[in-house]
């Protein structure tokens, strides 16, 4: 069975600096997607970045990017130019080819300072 | 506004009760999921339909049961409940039934507490 490790529970950042949040997952699959979502204090959960395992370029959308190593199974969010809105708990999400299912991890929450 | 509709928002209930949540998938969507996040167990998919039937099972408890309606709505119903059901129950929707690299789009889910 697949599983996604967040190992940091917490993180903070000072406003306008970079952060980024760690994610490692555990497969056997070559094909897969993999997804970072935001949860805000809303309890909405936001699709922020996706990434398909057979392309090797880095997946960006504006002030956040992924660091994709498929041989090591990791993918790390990094946000730059932090805002006071991307406070929030973010989950990393594994999704087989093919299949329905998204397999989260337990969450980082991340708080940005003033 | 995601699109897709969830009522309650919020439920309180007894142990034992029976109760049943709503889902009105996004427009044009016709797959809808169903997870349960919890504080102990994180958020766990349940359960899957596309256009009407079944088509993924996951932890779903078998007092947990749900459907998908003609017009695509869903519904979870959830009954002999217990103290651990209390979560937050979201659902999702996609237009494609899977082979896809769209993440989902969620509601905002319905916190159901059993007292």
């Known amino acids: 069975a697949q599983t996604v490790t967040q190992s940091q529970p917490e993180m903070s950042v000072q406003e306008a600096e970079t952060v980024t949040l760690s994610c490692t997952y555990d497969t056997s699959e070559s094909d897969y997607y993999l997804f970072w979502y935001k949860q805000p204090p809303s309890r909405q959960m936001i699709l922020v970045i996706r990434q398909e395992a057979y392309k090797q370029q880095n997946a960006t959308e504006n002030r956040f990017s992924v660091n994709f190593q498929k041989a090591a199974k990791s993918f790390s969010l990094k946000i730059s130019d932090s805002q006071l809105g991307d406070a929030a708990m973010y989950f990393c999400?594994?999704?087989?080819?093919?299949?329905?299912?998204?397999?989260f991890g337990t969450g980082t929450r991340l708080t940005i300072i003033p | 506004d995601s699109g897709v509709t969830q009522t309650p928002k919020h439920l309180i209930t007894a142990t034992g009760q029976r109760v049943t949540l709503r889902c009105s998938p996004r427009s044009g969507d016709l797959s809808v999921y169903w997870y349960q996040q919890s504080l102990d167990q994180g958020l766990q998919f349940l359960i899957q339909y596309y256009n009407g039937e079944e088509r993924a099972k996951g932890n779903i408890l078998e007092r947990f049961s749900a459907q998908q309606f003609p017009d695509l709505h869903s519904e979870l119903n959830l009954s002999s409940l217990e103290l651990g059901d209390s979560a937050l129950y979201f659902c999702?929707?996609?237009?494609?039934?899977?082979?896809?690299?769209?993440?989902?789009?969620f509601g905002s889910g319905t916190r159901l507490t059993v007292v």
């Open positions: 999400a594994y999704r087989n080819f093919g299949n329905e299912k998204l397999t």
């Open positions: 999702a929707s996609s237009v494609e039934e899977t082979w896809t690299a769209n993440g989902y789009t």
